[in-house]
């Protein structure tokens, strides 16, 4: 069998110049985690789209003689990790992507990347979200934000759902094809000042949840750092709830370093300052198994 001597991934995202998401934070979280990213990027942006104006090359038409000479390569990933997607087209190049380029114990990770606080993110349109349903099936691991969970299962969005609601939720996102499934930024109704994570492994029916101190910022690529540390720990061979423990316990870190500053949000978290904490054993878990 063939083995690579670093984990390898395949990330396929975009690449947005400016702004601390996609591959700016996909690149650095992995390698810092001590595995071996291989872009496949899906467009290339002046900026994330929160910003205006942006420029916007798409790259549907390379993704496919890019992928072709991969295969020539011969080359093997130990995961499939996928995020933003420059159009609703390359999703059906990407599932290609995954049929053959499967290798048994391999681990695919799709991040649904369609928007957030209860909104789509600009340039999407329904194609989109009908396209993303079909990724979702090829996907060991998904990591829907609140958002993208109720776009998936055409739910309106909501911030109040309890706990119960959010089980059933993540059950019935399981249907769709992934063993695991892990929504972020799961509102906590009976605490105030709360946000949480709630997964489910349908292999072993176990509901996990994880809650920490929410912070009144919003920032873009949150949701990629997660799940890039989701990844990376997972690669490392962590148990479900242990990878959630460090995504979340890695995000709170980094919103808390940058909260305190006078700064635009829309530049992203300061991840340079917390991305050497990847690298110290998990210190405290706060993980909760649900009945
Ligand atoms: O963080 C998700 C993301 C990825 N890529 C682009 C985005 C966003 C969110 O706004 O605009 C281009």
Redesign the pocket.
């Known amino acids: 069998m063939y083995k690579n001597f670093v984990p390898r991934v395949a990330a396929i995202?975009?690449l947005?110049g400016f702004g601390r998401?996609?591959l700016t934070v996909v690149i650095p979280v992995l390698s810092t985690m001590g595995i071996q990213v291989c872009p496949l990027p899906t467009a290339v942006?002046s900026t994330?789209?929160?910003f205006p104006d942006l420029h916007f090359c798409d790259l549907t038409d390379d993704l496919t003689p890019m992928i072709e000479h991969w295969k020539r390569l011969d080359l093997h990933f130990d995961a499939i990790y996928s995020?933003?997607m420059g159009s609703a087209r390359q999703i059906d190049i990407v599932r290609k992507f995954i049929r053959d380029f499967n290798q048994s114990g391999q681990l695919v990770v799709v991040d649904p990347?369609l928007g957030d606080n209860g909104k789509l993110?600009r340039s999407f349109s329904a194609e989109m979200v009908d396209k993303m349903k079909e990724l979702v099936c090829d996907a060991n691991v998904i990591t829907p934000n609140m958002t993208e969970a109720a776009l998936l299962l055409d739910e309106p969005y909501t911030e109040n759902l309890d706990e119960q609601e959010l089980k059933d939720w993540v059950k019935r996102l399981a249907a769709f094809g992934p063993q695991t499934v892990i929504i972020t930024s799961a509102p906590v109704t009976d605490k105030r000042g709360k946000t949480s994570v709630i997964a489910y492994n349908s292999t072993d029916n176990r509901y996990w949840k994880v809650v920490c101190d929410y912070l009144p910022a919003s920032y873009?690529?949150t949701?990629?750092a997660f799940a890039s540390v989701i990844t990376g720990s997972l690669l490392q061979g962590d148990s479900l709830p242990i990878a959630i423990d460090r995504a979340v316990q890695f995000i709170s870190m980094a919103v808390r370093a940058t909260f305190g500053y006078n700064y635009q949000p829309s530049e992203g978290i300061l991840l340079e300052k917390v991305l050497s904490s990847l690298n110290a054993p998990v210190q405290l878990s706060s993980y909760q198994l649900l009945d």
Do not use: M, Q
């Open positions: 995202h975009d947005s998401s996609s942006l994330h789209s929160a995020g933003y990347v993110y873009p690529g949701g990629d």
